[in-house]
């Protein structure tokens, strides 16, 4: 029998006669081979499927279901049908006008967790139209309730969240949260519920910090008091985070929309007498309660279309601050990319906004062979403003055509002043035992991996770095005493430590076999101190890359301002802890590590009145601005037919797809 005439039978069947209608159909199928139609129409029929509430009929729904789950993987993975099969999801979940079974979601199972972001960047650049994104996320967020036997379902939501918001799609995510927040919230109470629903509506109570309209919030309000209560009385691990969790962030959004204070009495006095606690659980005993649920006070840098590599390395540089400071201060004659820089710092530490457009920085310091629109790595950016900054101030500092070459050797750029080290190699030919030695200036280093299964510490990476290199086979020494080519060995030391540590660890190497580079999808203990012999280092900052491939996912920053950490994801920027960071699993993995010499303190934050005239000029009338723009918007309403900014849309996110080779693929 056809498969299309047993789904028209299906239809007429109860639940558990459509799912052994369905598993009598694969067991036929197996015999004969699935095809890519076959798939399509086992997701469709799964759609169809009521989840009964009887206890004696759920539980040999359940049995039935696993048997059909069973069956989907094997075949699935042995005829290499998994993407298929996800599209067919994907298709039936945004753009079906009927409710949809959450059953269909044990094709997600088919699909490993550390492969969801990519799947997500292959969602969003498939072509479909926000309302179908919005329509997809709207049916899996209703899932959630009703089903937790697909583990990795809120992992995806949570991804396609994410997703959406590195987008500027972030309307959409605003929609879903206000139809679906209430009933996910109250699933908090219930420790099943609570691993898939609970990243799920963090994110979504923080993301309000990006809207005007508290409509969203209000939603949770009447329920919250319960939920803290509930939460601190079962004293789980998982609870008293979440606890923890939700008082800071009621408290953040009671200060956000201050606006509509009267309606938020109760909600204050039910949470203040849970302060204490949360104080306890978060930061350890705390005498200033404004200091924890403070607003996180940063300014976020809108995407402007695959600009996170550029994004997550200013916000870096930003919050080394004796940079920042160096170049807010710099008063000489300037090239256009120092002033751009200054101005965005300016409005970094100063502007009231939510996120600026680092436009100009975009068109003025992109590498030679970076596209627009296009994936680019945050490194090699970093190392290409670096250096032009550097050579470009040397310029300028001689004046009258002088070739920057002839500085003083005394003066020093503002990038030499603040990660400014210089490397000694030491050559040795293994014949004569003729040494030769190599002086080399460095912004970073790039520590590799070494060729071993085991997991690393980046002092351990460090230590390998700087530990004797054998030079042997096509990485023999060329020897001028021999003149020829013999066996040696190489010895790197850091002659002069600079004062802030910038390590780059090469998770991407090139594949000789597809002749790609590739990802080390390898974890690393990211150490909070590393040591040189010439002192100890602090971490304060990281550039993040999550992702399964070199090809795809997203840059974003980690940074510390005093002993809070704050985490930069283009135009949001969020308050959270290092644990956050130390805890990171591939495909998320620390890229760029930022570190302070201990000896070497960080200056205070500059008022606005030591700025030039220039600067102040520019923050007063940004602030004008952003006053005119909130009396003419009071609030904002977000639909699937408005952008968040007045910027275009960048273009779609992510890789290629599951398998594809595509060679034009986007970070986000």
């Known amino acids: 029998m056809a498969v299309k005439q047993k789904v028209v039978e299906c239809v007429a069947q109860s639940a558990e006669a459509r799912l052994q209608l369905i598993l009598r159909t694969l067991q036929d199928l197996t015999a004969q081979g699935l095809q890519d139609k076959k798939c399509a129409n086992i997701v469709s029929l799964l759609g169809t499927i009521h989840v009964p509430t009887d206890p004696s009929d759920y539980k040999q729904f359940i049995g039935s279901i696993k048997s059909v789950q069973e069956i989907l993987t094997k075949e699935c993975m042995k005829n290499d049908l998994v993407y298929l099969t996800l599209r067919s999801l994907y298709h ?16 997600l199972t088919l699909i490993q967790v550390d492969y969801i972001p990519t799947a997500v960047d292959w969602i969003l650049q498939t072509g479909y139209s926000p309302e179908n994104h919005k329509k997809a996320l709207m049916t899996l967020c209703n899932w959630l309730p009703k089903w937790t036997w697909t583990e990795n379902l809120g992992r995806l939501v949570l991804t396609f969240m994410q997703g959406l918001e590195a987008q500027q799609q972030l309307e959409i995510v605003f929609e879903v949260t206000e139809a679906t927040i209430e009933p996910l919230f109250r699933l908090l109470i219930l420790p099943e519920h609570r691993k898939s629903v609970g990243p799920i509506v963090k994110y ?57 204070s009267n309606r938020y009495v109760q909600l204050k006095k039910d949470l203040e007498q849970h302060l204490p606690a949360a104080n306890c659980i978060e930061n350890g005993p705390s005498n200033s309660v404004a200091t924890v649920y403070s607003a996180s006070g940063k300014v976020g840098l809108n995407n402007l279309g695959n600009t996170c590599y550029m994004n997550s390395v200013l916000q870096a540089l930003f919050m080394t601050k004796p940079f920042r400071n160096e170049i807010l201060l710099y008063n000489k004659d300037m090239t256009s990319l120092l002033s751009k820089l200054q101005t965005l710092f300016a409005l970094l530490q100063h502007s009231k906004r939510a996120s600026i457009s680092p436009h100009d920085i975009s068109n003025l310091a992109r590498p030679p062979g970076f596209l627009p629109g296009h994936q680019h790595d945050s490194s090699e950016f970093l190392g290409y403003l670096l ?30 002043s603040a990660f400014g080290g210089r490397t000694v190699s030491v050559s040795r030919c293994g014949e004569c035992d003729t040494k030769s030695e190599r002086v080399d200036n460095f912004w970073e280093l790039q520590l590799s991996f070494p060729n071993t299964t085991d997991n690393q510490s980046v002092q351990t990476l460090l230590n390998y770095y700087l ?71 602090v971490l304060y900052a990281a550039v993040v890359h999550c992702g399964s491939s070199v090809d795809s996912g997203h840059y974003y ?33 620390p890229y760029i590590l930022f570190y302070s010499r201990q000896d070497c303190s960080d200056p205070e934050a500059l008022p606005r009145t030591v700025l030039s005239q220039r600067l102040q000029l520019v923050i007063n009338n940004d602030h004008t601005e952003f006053e005119l723009e909130k009396r003419r918007r009071p609030i904002k309403t977000y639909n699937s037919k408005q952008n968040r900014n007045d910027e275009p849309p960048p273009p779609g996110c992510g890789g290629p797809g599951f398998s594809s080779n595509s060679s034009n693929m986007y970070v986000c």
């Open 557 to 589: 920053t980690f940074a510390r301002d005093g002993d809070e950490w704050f985490k930069f994801n283009d135009c949001s920027v969020m308050r959270t802890m290092a644990e956050e960071l130390c805890s990171l699993k591939p495909p998320e993995t």
């Open 467 to 537: 530990q004797p290199e054998k030079l042997s086979g096509d990485n023999q020494y060329h020897c001028e005493v021999c003149d020829c080519l013999t066996d040696g060995e190489r010895v790197t030391c850091i002659e002069e430590a600079p004062p802030r540590l910038i390590l780059t660890l090469k998770h991407f190497r090139y594949d000789q076999a597809s002749q790609q580079r590739t990802k080390l999808l390898q974890s690393i203990k990211l150490d909070n101190h590393v040591q040189l012999d010439t002192g100890l280092y």
């Open 204 to 260: 979504m109570l923080f993301s309000m910090l990006s809207q005007s309209n508290p409509v969203s919030f209000d939603k949770v309000v009447p329920h919250v008091g319960s939920v803290v209560a509930y939460l601190y009385k079962e004293k789980s691990d998982s609870s008293l985070e979440y606890f923890g969790d939700i008082v800071k962030v009621c408290f953040l959004l009671m200060d956000h929309f201050s606006d509509y």
């Open 387 to 416: 250096d032009v900054l550097h050579e470009q101030e040397k310029t300028a500092v001689c004046g009258n055509g002088t070739k920057a070459d002839h500085v003083p050797p005394s003066y020093n750029t503002i990038v030499q």
């Open 92 to 107: 039936e979940i945004s753009t079906s006008q009927k409710p949809l079974s959450p059953a269909m979601s044990i094709v």
